[in-house]
């Protein structure tokens, strides 16, 4: 950075007396500093906030989300990413920030807080599937009311408890004809209750081969079922995954004992798997959110 000479002439400040023209430069100089710095910062760091997002079913509540913004002035395509049967976890916030450096708008809806819920997977009945699943179109409502959202460009990225929540969606869908969603994507959701998904919009399936808390093997069969029925289904299957393979935070497998009525399941991260959902992902919205 060049040196400000406090003496030379500033506009048409040659007529001050030295020691004020010297005060007024270095008050100029920090402001200038400090306007660089907040504008440095505002460009580099996510643009986040908070929204409320109402909901009337099962019950009426007001849940919480954390929206984040691409760069840019939009109006940008948008993702509602929905929790596990453990609530918001890290994994929610590292796929917000990938769906934002992609172009992607990314809601984090939580659907227990408001509620007053806590853990569910010991046991699922105080919030089914089928019951959340109408948390995606007050989610897609509230992110059309953004300026900066394409409301005809919203997907659903569900995870477990959130996947199968998703998988409703798509059969509620014609109950809500105004919140159109475009494209489905779940990561080990539950397929057990479904023999042919619902609805119109297109379904990508990330499974884990090992996973014993909701196995691939019916979502597959629900996947085939689908396809035969003329639906756009993609499902892949990663062979030595397990529950929970994109979730980074994850040191080692564990045992979750409340899984499968206490028989319990194991979570365990697998870098090759994220990585692969991640390239399916990109492609799978690129075909069906972007122009």
Known sequence: MGTIQEDAPQGNLGGLPAHARGVYTRSVMWTLVLLAALLGGAACAPLIASQ?????????????SEVYRPDGVGPFPAVILLHGCSGVSPNMA????????????????DSFSGRGLGNLCGNSAPL????????V?????????LPWVDGERIAVMGFSHGGWTTLWAARLAPQYPDLPIKALVTFYPFCGDQFALAGAAPLLM????KDDWTAAARCQKLAEGSKWAGRDVTDVVYPDARHGFDAAH???????WAARGGRGAVVEYNSKAHEDSEKQVRQFLEAHLKP
């Open 52 to 64: 409320a997002v109402p909901v009337a079913f099962p019950r009426p509540a007001t849940l919480t």
């Open 94 to 109: 590292a796929w917000a920030r990938w769906l934002r450096t992609e172009g992607y708008g990314a809601m984090i809806l």
């Open 128 to 135: 089914r599937g089928p019951s959340r699943a109408h948390d």
């Open 137 to 145: 179109f007050a989610a897609a409502a509230a992110l059309r009311a």
């Open 206 to 209: 990330l499974l884990g081969g």
């Open 250 to 256: 994850i040191r080692r497998p564990f045992l979750v």
